[in-house]
């Protein structure tokens, strides 16, 4: 089993929808968790930081559940500039012991 | 901006060269990384450094060396370079304030590499 799971894609939604996407993780010693964002032959950059009492960019909501492991991303209002691959990011001490996600890959359509 | 630059960007080689890739940082941060990206796999992290010479070896080390000299520069060797170590190299860093370090990381662009 892989230490983080996430849902293996593609989305396909039009301009507008809302998207979820969710990780899971299994070592219980994580202590950050981020989602990033990587563009087709691209580099990954950090969308945001997840903290336990959830945190709100724009129209990006990201939640954290501790006790179960489990970690989501929110988008509204879709845009096409959206289209990407999103990769969940858990960390432990030390960026070292930082592991990425598969990714999942979103195509939003006009 | 992270100020990170890796090159070269594209590289074609042949198995049993020996290849050399270059990581650079403008903002003195203490740790590095290098990680490959193939499909179905993720990012895989090759090796780190926690500063000058100080380094170790991640989840996919074998085949790979590394040197940090400075702290602007890790490099990263493949001694002898094989058809499975065509991959996309990114270079990474965590950056630092002060005594501490944050768990982000911050990316290059990547090197494309190709191993004929």
């Known amino acids: ?110 | 901006d992270a100020g990170i630059t890796q090159s070269p960007r594209h590289k074609v080689t042949e198995t049993g060269t020996p290849v050399t890739l270059r990581c650079h940082q403008t903002e003195n941060h203490r740790y590095m990384y290098w990680y490959r990206q193939d499909p179905g796999h993720g990012l895989r992290l090759i090796h780190y450094s926690y500063g000058v010479k100080d380094t170790d070896k991640g989840e996919v080390s074998d085949g790979y060396s590394v040197s940090r000299s400075k702290t602007e520069d890790f490099l990263l060797t493949l001694e002898s370079a094989t058809s499975s170590q065509t991959s996309v190299y990114f270079c990474a860093i965590s950056p630092t304030s002060g005594d501490e370090t944050y768990n982000e990381q911050f990316f290059g662009p990547g090197t494309r590499l190709t191993v004929l």
């Not at chain 1, 930081?49 to 945190?55: D, L, M, P, T």
């Not at chain 1, 129209?59 to 489990?70: I, P």
């Open chain 1, 1 to 110: 089993r892989k230490e983080v799971e996430q849902d293996p894609g593609p989305f396909n939604v039009p301009e507008g929808a809302t998207v979820a996407f969710n990780c899971t993780y299994s070592n219980s010693a994580s202590q950050s968790f981020f989602w990033y964002r990587q563009d087709c032959r691209k580099e990954p950059k950090l969308l945001m930081s997840v903290y336990s009492s959830g945190n709100e960019d724009g129209r990006f909501t990201a939640q954290l559940n501790r006790a179960s492991q489990y970690i989501s991303l929110l988008i509204r209002d879709s845009k096409l500039s959206d289209s990407a691959t999103y990769l969940c990011v858990v960390s432990r001490a030390g960026g070292f012991k930082t592991i990425f996600g598969a990714g999942t890959r979103l195509f939003v359509k006009a």
